[in-house]
Structure formats: structure tokens, C-alpha cells
């Protein structure tokens, strides 16, 4: 059966991040689709020997379990926020780790961020091209507004607050299923 995830692309705390990853997977509806934190994988700043696009063995525990990870998957939806015009450390860390676990996959992604995140997709656009990830055409942009905000800096609700973008996002989910699948 095709698997795809969906990976939370920031791992602070205080973040939005996780409750963002848990909407666009409850918008997708879609048994296909799981959940990859970055937070959780808590992996070291990259620290193989070699390059992963090099085809020699990884040395490292945390290296081969994070292989495996994302080798059982056909597909990729990465969301991730602007943080100074880029998207977070945490995933390029992630992403530099492998390499042909992401060959030739497809890939989307949902970015958000007060300008919707538009300099980290372009940025992300880039670094997906280098690893090898294929892009698919739809794509998320998630503008995030002072007035969707709890008290608590969470989003009050998520189905309210990105209401007109809830159709970009399941058009990129279903973008990465589709073309899994085909694949
Ligand atoms: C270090 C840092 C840099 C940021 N830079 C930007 C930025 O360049 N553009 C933007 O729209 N928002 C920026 N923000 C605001 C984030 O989009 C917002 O805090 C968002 O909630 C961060 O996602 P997270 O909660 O999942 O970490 C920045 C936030 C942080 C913490």
C-alpha cells in the first residue's frame, strides 16, 4: 500500500508547527497519509563521514533508523514556517541526512508564515531539486494572521483560520498520493 507522509518541519517548543502538521493530516482524510515529527527524530547536526549522495554505507545508528524511515515511504508532504526568510534548520538538517531514500520520490509541501512562508517554499523548491525529490505542481501556502491566534499563541482554529487554503492543501496531498501511486 503507498505511504505517505506528512513531516513537521520545525521542532521548537512553543511551536505551531505540530498543530498545523496534524490539521493538513486530518484535511487529507486519507489512510495513505502518516505523521513524521522532526522534533521527535531528534537527530544530531549531520555528522556521517561521507556524503549521503556518495552511495557508501551510513555509519551512525540515528542515520540508518532515519534510512528506514523514510525509505518505507512513497511521498512527501513537508510543512514547514518562514524562519528569516528560509525554512528551519531542523528540516535541511533532515533532508541532507539521505539521499537515495528521497530519490525520485514526489514531494509537496504547506508553508506558512506571515507572508505565507513564500521565501522558505522557494527555498525548500530548491533544496527538494538537489536531493532529488520530485515537485508536484499544487502546492500550500498558509498565511498566518494576529487574529487566528489563542491566548495560548496556538491557532484557535485551524479550520476557521486557513478556511480558503484548506483546498490548496488537499490538492497537495492528493497531488503526492496520486503520483505515488502512478509510480
Ligand atoms: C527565528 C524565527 C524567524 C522568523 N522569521 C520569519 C520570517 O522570515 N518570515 C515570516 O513570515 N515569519 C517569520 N517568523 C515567524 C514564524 O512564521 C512564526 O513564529 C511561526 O509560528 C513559526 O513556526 P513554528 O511555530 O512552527 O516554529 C519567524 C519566527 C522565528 C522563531
Redesign the pocket.
Known amino acids: 500500500m503507498t505511504k505517505i507522509a506528512v513531516i513537521a518541519g ?1 521542532s ?1 517548543g ?5 498543530q ?1 502538521t496534524e490539521w493538513v493530516k486530518a484535511v487529507a482524510n486519507n489512510p495513505a497519509v502518516e505523521l513524521i515529527d522532526l522534533a521527535e527524530e531528534n537527530l544530531p547536526f549531520f555528522d556521517e563521514p561521507a556524503s549521503p549522495k556518495s552511495g557508501n554505507p551510513y555509519q551512525h545508528n540515528h542515520t540508518k533508523r532515519w534510512a528506514a524511515k523514510i525509505a518505507d515511504y512513497d511521498g512527501f508532504v513537508f510543512v514547514f ?5 528560509s525554512y ?1 534548520a531542523v528540516l535541511k538538517n533532515a533532508v541532507d541526512y539521505l539521499y537515495p531514500e528521497w530519490k525520485n520520490k514526489p514531494v509537496s509541501y504547506v508553508s ?4 505565507a ?1 513564500k ?2 517554499a522557494a527555498a525548500f523548491s530548491a533544496l527538494a531539486e538537489n536531493v532529488d525529490l520530485q515537485l508536484t505542481e499544487q502546492v500550500a501556502n498558509l498565511t ?1 494572521r494576529p487574529e487566528i491566534f489563542a491566548a495560548d499563541g496556538s491557532i484557535q482554529d485551524p479550520d476557521v483560520a486557513f478556511a480558503s487554503e484548506a483546498e490548496a492543501v488537499t490538492n497537495a496531498v492528493g497531488s503526492v498520493v496520486a503520483k505515488a501511486q502512478a509510480s
Open positions: 520545525s521548537r512553543a511551536r505551531i508547527g505540530l498545523i514556517p518562514e524562519y528569516n526568510g528551519p506558512y508564515g506571515f507572508g512562508g521565501r522558505a498566518l
